[in-house]
């Protein structure tokens, strides 16, 4: 529904005929379209995460992981902001949606990173992070990457994106070396 007409113009009843449910079914589990559509955000940003997580099981380094990750991250956001064009830029345009979908993401998107980054320590390819600084660093990490993502979305070419996560990404591993 969200996709064809994005959230503005989407309706519960819409939703129940789509899902083939009746409209008490849909409210029995949803107050609102607004819940309906959060859990939607929920599970779209855990499948980009956990395709974006396979994406690191065959690199070695650090550097490949965290490249891998971030690129394939990256390219599953822009293709669900292709499918969801309306949706997509309703998000972008400031709506109370964009805060709970960059919220839930940076959750997520945080938990993967510190055990990429552990596993990096563990495995003594960098310098010991203790855990509190590890947290802060994480936090660093994934803020300054969203910003590198951010232009992905303001029009960006992808082949400077992909430099520019690149870049941050060696000068970080070289930087925990």
């Known amino acids: 529904m969200f996709r064809l007409h994005g959230y503005t113009k989407a309706s519960m009843d819409d939703i129940a005929r789509l899902a083939v449910k009746s409209r008490t079914t849909v409210y029995k589990y949803y107050n609102n379209k607004d ?55 309703e998000i972008l345009e400031g709506s109370s949606h964009a ?29 010991y992070i203790s855990p509190d600084q590890l947290d ?12 590198i993502e951010q232009d992905a979305f303001c029009g960006s070419p992808d082949k400077l994106l992909e430099q520019r996560l690149q870049w941050l990404i060696g000068i970080v591993v070289r930087g925990l070396k």
Do not use: C
């Open 136 to 147: 802060f660093f994480v936090s660093v990490i994934t803020l300054s990457l969203r910003g």
């Open 99 to 127: 805060a709970f979908f960059r919220t839930h993401l940076s959750k997520l998107e945080a938990i993967v990173m510190k055990a990429i980054f552990q596993y990096s320590i563990d495995q003594k390819e960098i310098t």
């Open 35 to 89: 819940q309906v559509l959060q859990d939607f955000i929920i599970l779209e940003i855990k499948t980009i995460i956990e395709t974006a997580t396979q994406a690191i099981v065959q690199s070695a380094s650090l550097e490949s992981k965290l490249i891998s990750y971030t690129s394939k991250k990256l390219e599953m956001i822009q293709q669900a902001f292709d499918i969801y064009a309306i949706l997509a830029n």
